[in-house]
């Protein structure tokens, strides 16, 4: 008895003190037979309320993310599962959560509950959402960097052999933006890329692809299904775009691009 209670002693201080959420499920009667306290603040739900009703726990899934719970769930008694989905908290506020489950036997062999491991991984998947926007997209303009317009390039270079559609890409370099860089200033360098940026947007449809390469090099990838002369009527519709004069720090500055 006091080996029991020794061992109960430790599970509740190690479910109770852990930031992960630890549940199992009691496959027979289909209910919750345990939840650690941190489903309290993985769910934003009290413990009454998740033990009143366990499908709360399944209310706090986001309803996009459901129905791959469901199917989680089903298959676990096999050989369990790892998920990763988004919880919704009463005030609305959306967390990102790893399931882990797998099933618990008994002597026989037959799956009888379910435990799982559930942890709060919000802020691991901002991190890498962080760094897979650095990794293709422009630090100072927000635009797809090199590697990504490489990458839609060849994605659309595929579609239009398949379609038989006509692709064009324009490459732009601003003339002597060096000169304005010493000049005016790198800060005026800088708002003057990203008004380049503006007004090349404004002139593209929602299937083009716009891109700073680097420095003063911009790069848009167009398709046309079947008239090659939207692609020359949108160069031209660039070039007079950045031919417009632009107030910068109280200066006006008149561009001209190759």
Known sequence: EQALQESEEQFRQLANNIPQAFWITNLGRRETTYLSPAAAGL?????EDLYR?????????????????YEARKRA???GYDLTY????????????HD???????????????????????DRKAAEERLLHLAHYDVLTSLPNRVLFYDRLGQTLAQAKRNQWIVGVLFIDIDRFKNVNKS???SIGDSMLLTIARRL?????????????????YAILMISETDPRQIAMLAERVRRALRTPMKLSGKEIVLTAS
Do not use: C
Not at 56 to 67: Q, T
């Open 53 to 69: 009703d366990p499908r709360n726990l399944i209310r706090s899934v986001h309803k996009d993310d459901r129905r791959g719970v």
């Open 201 to 217: 947007a404004r002139h593209l449809n929602a299937q083009d692809t716009l891109a700073r390469l680097g420095g003063d090099q």
């Open 100 to 122: 882990r489950a797998f099933p618990v036997r008994d002597a026989a062999g037959k799956a009888y509950r379910i435990a799982g491991i559930a942890e709060d991984i919000t």
């Open 86 to 97: 988004r919880v919704v908290k009463p005030d609305g506020s959306i967390r990102w959560v």
């Open 77 to 79: 008694i096999q050989g």
């Open 184 to 186: 005016l200033g790198l």
């Open 43 to 47: 769910t934003g739900r009290s413990m």
